[in-house]
């Protein structure tokens, strides 16, 4: 039972990236499941969040209008598109939900 991160990489400011976080062993829509990140030098933070059945989504207020989380039911996977991607969001970025611990995540890093 684990989620894994993929889809980081080097991107340019005002750039794209799609993040995907596939689960095996849960059904992902039975689970609300959260992006987060954590900076360089700094505390982890909560980026978005899709609950279960529904998929209501939330956004901290940093990426509210650039990012957006998702799921597909058939691939068992959430995503997170970040559009207009600016340095301050470069960090490792990180899927979970309440019963499973921190993954391993997928850098994401912003710089011309």
């Known amino acids: 039972v684990h989620l894994v991160e993929s889809g980081g990489g080097l991107v340019q400011p005002g750039g794209s990236l799609r993040l995907s976080c596939a689960a095996s062993?849960?059904?992902?829509?039975?689970?609300?499941i959260s992006w987060h990140r954590q900076a360089p030098g700094k505390e982890r933070e909560l980026v978005a969040t899709?609950?279960?059945?529904?998929?209501?989504?939330n956004y901290a207020d940093s990426v509210k209008g650039r990012f957006t989380i998702s799921r597909d039911n058939a691939k068992n996977t959430v995503y997170l598109q970040m559009n207009s991607l600016k340095p301050e969001d470069t960090a490792v970025y990180y899927c979970r939900t309440f019963f499973l611990g921190w993954g391993q995540g997928t850098q994401v890093t912003v710089s011309s």
């Open positions: 899709i609950t279960r059945g529904g998929g209501r989504t």
């Open positions: 062993g849960f059904t992902v829509s039975s689970y609300d």
